[in-house]
């Protein structure tokens, strides 16, 4: 199911990454949550929710990096 705030974000996002971070996992993982509806677009036996978290963590991944002391940091 879409996420309509960041408040409704899994713990793990919302206890680990920046607020900028979290805004880019929700509006990626409610995109590819439109976007692969169809079981035909996604890969092997993935089920909608479990390709729109790795698509959101993908997003993130693009931006932020997990720093020296691990927490989340933007890149440069």
């Known amino acids: ?4 705030n960041l408040s409704d974000l899994p713990d793990s996002v919302r206890d680990n990454l920046p607020k900028h971070a979290q805004e880019i996992y929700q ?3 409610n995109s ?10 996604r890969r092997g036996d993935a ?3 479990e390709t ?5 963590w993908s997003a993130v ?8 002391n691990g927490r989340w940091v933007q890149k440069e």
């Not at 729109?52 to 959101?56: C, E, I, N, S, T």
């Open 1 to 4: 199911m879409p996420y309509k």
């Open 27 to 29: 509006a990626a993982f």
């Open 32 to 41: 590819a949550w439109d976007e692969y509806a169809d079981p035909s677009e």
């Open 47 to 49: 089920d909608r929710e």
């Open 52 to 56: 729109a978290h790795k698509v959101a």
């Open 61 to 68: 991944k693009n931006k932020y990096e997990k720093g020296d």
